[in-house]
T-cell receptor, first 112, second 114 residues
Framework: GEDVEQSLFLSVREGDSSVINCTYT??????LYWYKQEPGAGLQLLTY?????DMKQDQRLTVLLNKKDKHLSLRIADTQTGDSAIYFC????????????FGIGTKLQVIP | SAVISQKPSRDICQRGTSLTIQCQVD?????MFWYRQQPGQSLTLIAT?????????ESGFVIDKFPISRPNLTFSTLTVSNMSPEDSSIYLC???????????FGPGTRLTVL
C-alpha cells in the first residue's frame, strides 16, 4: 500500500541549511512532491521530481531522490525565518491526475 | 499555475447542519479533487470531482455525507452534511490538467463544528 513517512519536527538557525527527509513505499510512484503550508494557509507546491531523476535544483531548493531506498530529501540553503512552515512530502502514480498521498508533514522552525 | 479560490474561507457551524464549500478556478481544468486535513494531521483525499458524472469517493467517504457537484470545468462544490464536531477540519480543493499536470491547491476552508 501507499505510505509516506517523514519526521515531525526540525529546528535550524537562520542562515544554516535545512534538510527534510522522507521515505515512501510505493515503488510505482512517478511523481514526488514537496509542498509548503504556512500557518493558516493552503498548500503551496514548492517543487517536484520525476522518479527517473536523481536531483533537481531550483534556487535555494535542492531535491535528492534515492529511488533504490525510496528516500527523498529537500534541502533549503540559507534558511530564512520566512521558511518556517510545515513541509509535506507527497507522491503520486501519474502526476496530478490521480490521488496524491501525503506524509504527515515536517514542521520547520527557523531560529533567528 | 492555476489560481484557485474557495468560499467560505472559514466557518463555525452547529452540529446537525450542513455547509457547502465552493471551489473556483480561473482556467479550465480536467481534474478537481477534495481533501480533508484534520487538526495536526496530513491531507486525506475525500473524492475526485468528475465533470458531467458522479464523483469518485475514497474508502471511508460516502456521497450521502459529502455530496459533490462539478457542473463545469472551472467549478465544484463539496457539502459536509449533518455535521458533527469530528468534521472540524480544513477542506481543500485541488486541480490538475489544463495548464498543469501537477496538483495545485486552493487556500482551504477552515471548518469548526460546535
Amino acid at each position: 500500500g501507499e505510505d509516506v513517512e517523514q519526521s515531525l519536527f526540525l529546528s535550524v538557525r537562520e542562515g544554516d541549511s535545512s534538510v527534510i527527509n522522507c521515505t515512501y513505499t510505493d515503488s510505482s510512484s512517478t511523481y514526488l512532491y514537496w509542498y509548503k503550508q504556512e500557518p493558516g494557509a493552503g498548500l503551496q507546491l514548492l517543487t517536484y521530481i520525476f522518479s527517473n531523476m536523481d536531483m533537481k535544483q531550483d534556487q535555494r531548493l535542492t531535491v535528492l531522490l534515492n529511488k533504490k531506498d525510496k528516500h527523498l530529501s529537500l534541502r533549503i540553503a540559507d534558511t530564512q525565518t520566512g521558511d518556517s512552515a510545515i513541509y509535506f512530502c507527497a507522491e503520486s502514480f501519474s502526476g496530478g491526475y490521480q490521488k496524491v498521498t501525503f506524509g504527515i508533514g515536517t514542521k520547520l522552525q527557523v531560529i533567528p | 499555475s492555476a489560481v484557485i479560490s474557495q468560499k467560505p474561507s472559514r466557518d463555525i457551524c452547529q452540529r446537525g447542519t450542513s455547509l457547502t464549500i465552493q471551489c473556483q478556478v480561473d482556467s479550465q481544468v480536467t481534474m478537481m479533487f477534495w481533501y480533508r486535513q484534520q487538526p495536526g494531521q496530513s491531507l486525506t483525499l475525500i473524492a475526485t470531482a468528475n465533470q458531467g458524472s458522479e464523483a469518485t469517493y475514497e474508502s471511508g467517504f460516502v456521497i450521502d455525507k459529502f455530496p459533490i457537484s462539478r457542473p463545469n470545468l472551472t467549478f465544484s462544490t463539496l457539502t459536509v452534511s449533518n455535521m458533527s464536531p469530528e468534521d472540524s477540519s480544513i477542506y481543500l480543493c485541488s486541480v490538475a490538467g489544463g495548464v498543469t499536470d501537477t496538483q495545485y491547491f486552493g487556500p482551504g476552508t477552515r471548518l469548526t463544528v460546535l
